[in-house]
């Protein structure tokens, strides 16, 4: 087992392709193509970084040497091309009380440990289980992200001057909501006159030279907070190294863990459609973790995939792994070397820039099929898009997935009847033809079906237009044998899988045709190991 771990581990941390250039071919417009959107990228996650600094409670530069480590490694070696990682809103909610109650250094240790987990998600290959999210939530789960983004942009339009309490005046509400307005018209004019700048990287600069030329008085990165700072530097959490310690810190580990891989792994598959690329999911959650690990010790927050921003450098025409090195690299420039420039970019074309990211991002053809898938699936897509806006994404996706489950079952359990009918083969002989599956949903309506007073002294079940799927299932099957033996009655049972044989007849009253039964295998010999599946 440990052999196979490892060999798991070290197929999962080499990257399919080291070469970046794998599909595009290397050619001057694709490098460019893929520095550009690097390049605003990096721009749209200067203020972001910042506020979720602030939400977690932390100093900005945690925030952003957390998007630049996070972002750095995972574009290296994450599972999908194409995707940005960085300090996130979802992750930041859950760090404030543990910031709050014990500082900023069992943060650091939390990370570190959440890095551990990712990775032990990741070598034992349980990404794979993202396969299970229905169609519905992806869709609930990508409108309710558009609306996050779009209110997460409205704290934009607060004054600074007040802490973020109070709105911007009339004057420049006015001049704010034009800047956004005309970042938005050049992003989407842009693709119509050249392709050899990304429109968001247009918006972007037209509207911040714009501002700074004429000398407009708007609110800019540079008050939110300074983002000036050297490089980070190695930091071994300074926490007691006990059990208390441990205690405090695994249930904010798991959490973080568990949201950062939900939202990473949505993130890919998103990506993965647009781009046309299927996998990784395994070599992801081992790429999230390892950068995580390292950001713990270099003093960042930690992060995940962002939607937002790989959004962003997807739909500016980035699809390899340089945009996102290149991102991670522009913002260490920007934290180093170029803090007074960038801290002058006005937050209206970045607000603009985000609102096209929303109106990108939400599925429009999910409001014309309300009313032509089933009514279940209509239902799941408000739930989950509800719950992603009300709490946390990673909440809405278990949310939907358990109510698509449970909505799926209850389906099924309504399928199972029986097509009764007189024995051809053996005289006087009633056979129940079952149809459809038997499992722990359908048991008690399979249990109805048998009309045991009124019934010959022969009973056939035959399961040949039925599957046998659980325990539940064998012990309904022995119910309804018991009630024929203490009936004085026969009953046998046809088309049953071989593995269901050595669960059935350690009870001496079923009588099991062996003759054409199918090869599938659904029960485990847990009965038999238990005794569970004892005689009546």
């Not at 911007?168 to 970042?183: F, R």
């Not at 991102?327 to 070397?337: E, N």
């Not at 046998?492 to 071989?498: D, K, M, N």
Request: hydrophobic share 55%; proline share 4%.
């Amino acid at each position: 087992m440990k052999r196979a771990a490892l060999a798991n581990f070290a197929k999962n941390i080499s990257p399919p392709n080291l070469s970046i250039m794998q599909d595009e071919g290397w050619s001057v417009p694709r490098v460019r193509t893929e520095l550009l959107s690097g390049l605003t990228v990096a721009l749209a996650l200067v203020p972001e970084a910042v506020a979720f600094a602030f939400v977690a409670g932390v100093h900005p530069l945690v925030g952003l040497y957390a998007a630049f480590m996070v972002g750095l490694i995972t574009a290296l070696i994450g599972g999908r091309p194409g995707m940005i990682s960085g300090a996130t809103g979802a992750l930041a909610v859950v760090m404030v009380a543990l910031v709050a109650d014990h500082g900023v250094e069992y943060l650091f240790a939390t990370v570190v440990l959440m890095g551990i987990l990712q990775i032990i998600a990741g070598v034992m290959q349980w990404g794979k289980f993202i396969r299970l999210v229905p169609h519905p939530v992806m869709l609930g789960f990508v409108n309710g992200l558009a609306i996050v983004i779009f209110l997460a942009q409205l704290t934009q339009f607060k004054d600074p001057a007040s802490g973020g309490a109070e709105w911007l005046g009339n004057a420049s509400m006015l001049l704010m909501l034009g800047l956004v307005g005309l970042t938005m018209l050049i992003i989407w004019g842009t693709p119509k006159i050249t392709s050899v700048i990304p429109a968001p990287l247009a918006g972007i600069g037209i509207v911040a030279i714009l501002v700074i030329a004429l000398g407009l008085d708007v609110p800019r990165v540079g008050d939110m907070a300074s983002i000036e700072g050297g490089l980070p530097a190695f930091h071994i959490p300074l926490v007691p190294l006990n059990w208390e310690t441990f205690q405090i810190i695994l249930p904010y580990s798991v959490i973080l863990a568990a949201i950062g891989l939900i939202e990473s792994l949505l993130t890919l598959n998103l990506v993965g459609e647009i781009t046309g690329k299927r996998g990784g999911a395994s070599q992801e959650c081992i790429a999230q973790g390892a950068s995580n690990i390292v950001t713990g010790f270099f003093g960042g927050m930690g992060g995940c995939a962002m939607i937002g921003q790989s959004m962003i450098n997807v739909k500016s025409g980035g699809r390899t792994r340089i945009a996102g090195i290149f991102a991670a690299l522009c913002l260490l420039l920007f934290i180093v070397v170029a803090s007074p420039a960038i801290e002058q970019i006005p937050l209206a074309a970045l607000v603009g820039v985000m609102f096209m990211v929303v109106i990108g991002t939400f599925a429009w053809n999910s409001l014309k099929i309300m009313t032509k898938v089933p009514l279940m699936d209509a239902f799941v897509i408000v739930l989950v898009t509800v719950v992603t806006v009300a709490t946390d994404l990673a909440i809405a996706v278990v949310v939907g997935v358990i109510v698509s489950a449970l909505a799926y079952a209850w389906n099924n359990a309504r399928r199972i009847h029986a097509v009764t009918r007189e024995s051809a083969s053996d005289k006087g002989a009633k056979v129940y033809e079952i149809n459809g599956p038997l499992f722990f949903g359908s048991t008690e309506g399979f249990v109805e079906l048998f009309d045991v007073e009124n019934d010959p002294d022969a009973v056939i079940v035959d399961f040949q237009f039925s599957r046998v799927v659980d325990q539940s299932a064998l012990q309904a099957i022995e119910t309804i044998a018991g009630k024929y033996e203490d009936a004085g009655k026969k009953i046998t049972l046809r088309h049953l899988s071989r593995d269901c044989h050595g669960l059935l007849t350690r009870a001496g009253h079923l009588m099991i045709d062996s003759s054409d039964d199918p090869e599938y295998e659904v029960a485990v010999d847990y009965g038999v190991r238990t005794g569970v599946l004892g005689g009546h």
